[in-house]
T-cell receptor, first 110, second 117 residues
Framework: QKEVEQNSGPLSVPEGAIASLNCTYSDRGSQSFFWYRQYSGKSPELIMSIYSNGDKEDGRFTAQLNKASQYVSLLIRDSQPSDSATYLCAVITSYDKVIFGPGTSLSVIP | KAGVTQTPRYLIKTRGQQVTLSCSPISGHRSVSWYQQTPGQGLQFLFEYFSETQRNKGNFPGRFSGRQFSNSRSEMNVSTLELGDSALYLC????????????????FGPGTRLTVL
């Protein structure tokens, strides 16, 4: 079992729809969780960090964390073509290592 | 505040050569991590430095090495380059080491694109 897993996609959604990206992790003691966006040929850019169970909203983005289910998600409301990118989930494990998931490719269709 | 900078941005080398990449973290950040990113393998952790000490190392051969200086700037070196070393090398900095709450958020530099011929 990989330490951080994501649906590889590609995930396609129409413009204006909600995109839902999922991430699961294996280390139950993990405490810090991050979502990064990476455009083709560019470096990852931090979108959200979340540390507590529940939802955290920032503009069109909402991160959801459920530590009991070892699951973190990212919702993008009113998706725009400019949201088309690869989304990386990162987890800091109980042994203080940053583990990245393989990423989910999102395509927003105009 | 200036972001993470990496030099050079692009590099072309031939097999057998060695290369040194440089990373300057965000001012005040003391932790620097290096990653290799390839289309097939995704983002793979190379090593992490804090206060000039290597704290963690990924599963890469000994040809990959690094160091951190007292001003937190970091370099990584790859010796005896192989074709498979062609990749985007990313440096990320954070205020503190992982596990320190909000201070462990990593910010990435633009990367160095290494091509080995």
């Amino acid at each position: 079992q990989k330490e951080v897993e994501q649906n590889s996609g590609p995930l396609s959604v129409p413009e204006g729809a909600i995109a839902s990206l999922n991430c699961t992790y294996s280390d139950r003691g993990s405490q810090s969780f991050f979502w990064y966006r990476q455009y083709s040929g560019k470096s990852p850019e931090l979108i959200m960090s979340i540390y507590s169970n529940g939802d955290k909203e920032d503009g069109r983005f909402t991160a959801q964390l459920n530590k009991a289910s070892q699951y973190v998600s990212l919702l993008i409301r009113d998706s725009q073509p400019s949201d088309s990118a690869t989304y990386l989930c990162a987890v800091i494990t109980s042994y203080d290592k940053v583990i990245f998931g393989p990423g989910t490719s999102l395509s927003v269709i105009p | 505040k200036a972001g993470v900078t990496q030099t050079p941005r692009y590099l072309i080398k031939t097999r057998g050569q060695q290369v040194t990449l440089s990373c300057s973290p965000i001012s005040g950040h003391r932790s620097v991590s290096w990653y290799q990113q390839t289309p097939g393998q995704g983002l793979q952790f190379l090593f992490e430095y804090f206060s000039e000490t290597q704290r963690n190392k990924g599963n890469f051969p000994g040809r990959f090495s690094g160091r951190q200086f007292s001003n937190s700037r970091s370099e990584m070196n790859v010796s005896t380059l192989e074709l498979g070393d062609s990749a985007l090398y990313l440096c990320a900095s954070s205020l503190e080491i992982p596990g320190q709450g909000a201070a462990d958020t990593q910010y990435f530099g633009p990367g160095t694109r290494l091509t080995v011929l």
